[in-house]
T-cell receptor
Framework: QQKVQQSPESLSVPEGGMASLNCTSSDRNFQYFWWYRQHSGEGPKALMSIFSDGDKKEGRFTAHLNKASLHVSLHIRDSQPSDSALYFCAASEQGGSSGNKLIFGIGTLLSVKP | NSKVIQTPRYLVKGQGQKAKMRCIPEKGHPVVFWYQQNKNNEFKFLINFQNQEVLQQIDMTEKRFSAECPSNSPCSLEIQSSEAGDSALYLC???????????FGKGTRLTVV
């Protein structure tokens, strides 16, 4: 069973709309969460991290973490065609013994239609 | 922009051939990772290093995969005898110690024909 589950698998939103992506971990050892974005032909690039309960906002992107339920979400407001990409939720264990190895979800393919 | 450099970008090998790919981590990053991303976009952690020492690795019981990160040289991942199922994007990444951002290279796309 995947330790990091993502939904939906794909999402289509109009330009200017709001995109909401979800992620849940089934392993309480995972305390640190990241959102990565991968455009076609590129490696993943970190969008933002969230380690504490609550919201974290960076520009058009807002992440929300609920540590009790191990649920994290990413909301993209005013979506742009350039936001079209694969979005991955990634989690790592607390502590540095594993060298902050990331466990990735299966990804959400976001398509923003002009 | 990530400064993790991976070469080559594309690699085509016949079944049974050796495949080797290289990675120069971002300057000053002591932690290096190798991941395999398959055609379904699933990530599989392979191995990570801190400086030249292996931190964690998957059970490479087949012994076909080997990796190293020598000092003052690029890191490398080698598949001794390529199989069709090894066709994937191999991603190298690096980071500082602790819970810091992991920076990925653009990957080496291996196709085993």
């Amino acid at each position: 069973q995947q330790k990091v589950q993502q939904s939906p698998e794909s999402l289509s939103v109009p330009e200017g709309g709001m995109a909401s992506l979800n992620c849940t971990s089934s392993d309480r050892n995972f305390q640190y969460f990241w959102w990565y974005r991968q455009h076609s032909g590129e490696g993943p690039k970190a969008l933002m991290s969230i380690f504490s309960d609550g919201d974290k906002k960076e520009g058009r992107f807002t992440a929300h973490l609920n540590k009790a339920s191990l649920h994290v979400s990413l909301h993209i407001r005013d979506s742009q065609p350039s936001d079209s990409a694969l979005y991955f939720c990634a989690a790592s264990e607390q502590g540095g013994s594993s060298g902050n190895k990331l466990i990735f979800g299966i990804g959400t393919l976001l398509s923003v239609k002009p | 922009n990530s400064k993790v450099i991976q070469t080559p970008r594309y690699l085509v090998k016949g079944q049974g051939q050796k495949a080797k790919m290289r990675c120069i981590p971002e300057k000053g990053h002591p932690v290096v990772f190798w991941y395999q991303q398959n055609k379904n976009n699933e990530f599989k952690f392979l191995i990570n290093f801190q400086n030249q020492e292996v931190l964690q690795q998957i059970d490479m019981t087949e012994k076909r995969f080997s990796a190293e990160c020598p000092s003052n040289s690029p890191c490398s991942l080698e598949i001794q005898s390529s199989e069709a199922g090894d066709s994937a994007l191999y991603l190298c990444a690096s980071s500082l110690q602790g819970d810091t951002e992991v920076f990925f290279g653009k990957g080496t796309r291996l196709t085993v024909v």
